[in-house]
């Protein structure tokens, strides 16, 4: 099965980015996310077989008692990865402390130790509203893009993060969470 963990978006901020979605949808032809589908990314797994899922969640469950707590999220500006001309995503983009960033590292690490290759990617947290194909024309989007300005999003506590399985579906994926990690605060 086809694995990653992310930090899940609360509905009410799901639900705003998936009027801006709609709104967007009309003027270019991309795979837009569904709203169930929003979510932040910490570390992309891949393929795992059935047998070998309780040990990830085993080796994630140790990650979220390494006292990285909770993480206040801002979602900040809608983006382009990477940046235009090559854009392949349009996105909104994450702020956050440099306790993300140790999530996402201790996650790579604790999987590493069970043979699940090492991000090789810079860790870029973000929210992905649509991907794009090279040959689809974005100059109506673009030009919508810049008419809304700088977009305020909101921000938001991240109290736990989740391991995800990515369900393929006739159209397109559908992302399920089969566990979710509390992120403990050892300060405290």
Same mark, same amino acid.
């Given at each position: 099965?086809?694995?990653?963990?992310?930090?899940?978006?609360?509905?009410?901020?799901?639900?705003?980015? +998936?009027?801006?979605?709609?709104?967007?949808?009309?003027?270019?032809?991309?795979?837009? +996310?569904?709203?169930?589908?929003?979510?932040?990314?910490?570390?992309?797994?891949?393929?795992?077989?059935?047998?070998?899922?309780?040990?990830?969640? %085993?080796?994630?469950?140790?990650?979220?008692?390494?006292?990285?707590?909770?993480?206040?999220?801002?979602?900040?500006?809608?983006?382009?990865?990477?940046?235009?001309?090559?854009?392949?995503?349009?996105?909104?983009? %994450?702020?956050?402390?440099? +306790?993300?960033?140790?999530?996402?590292?201790?996650?790579?690490?604790?999987?590493?130790?069970?043979?699940?290759?090492?991000?090789?990617?810079?860790?870029?947290?973000?929210?992905?509203?649509?991907?794009?194909?090279?040959?689809?024309?974005?100059?109506?989007?673009?030009?919508?893009?810049?008419?809304?300005?700088?977009?305020?999003?909101?921000?938001?506590?991240?109290?736990?993060?989740?391991?995800?399985?990515?369900?393929?579906?006739?159209?397109?994926?559908?992302?399920?969470?089969?566990?979710?990690?509390?992120?403990?605060?050892? +300060?405290?």
């Amino acid at each position: 099965m086809r694995l990653f963990t992310a930090i899940d978006i609360p509905p009410d901020t799901k639900a705003k980015m +998936s009027a801006l979605i709609a709104r967007l949808r009309p003027l270019a032809t991309l795979r837009w +996310s569904p709203q169930e589908n929003l979510h932040i990314t910490t570390k992309f797994i891949g393929e795992v077989a059935a047998a070998d899922v309780e040990q990830v969640e %085993v080796s994630l469950a140790e990650v979220a008692t390494q006292g990285i707590g909770s993480i206040p999220i801002d979602l900040t500006a809608l983006d382009w990865l990477p940046s235009e001309p090559d854009a392949r995503i349009l996105h909104v983009a %994450v702020s956050a402390p440099p +306790s993300l960033d140790l999530l996402h590292q201790q996650t790579d690490a604790a999987l590493v130790r069970l043979g699940i290759e090492r991000e090789t990617k810079p860790f870029r947290p973000h929210v992905t509203l649509a991907r794009i194909s090279p040959e689809v024309a974005l100059q109506g989007l673009r030009e919508e893009i810049d008419r809304l300005g700088r977009l305020a999003f909101d921000s938001f506590l991240a109290t736990e993060f989740g391991l995800y399985e990515s369900v393929a579906e006739r159209d397109g994926s559908i992302y399920r969470r089969r566990a979710a990690f509390l992120l403990r605060d050892l +300060s405290r």
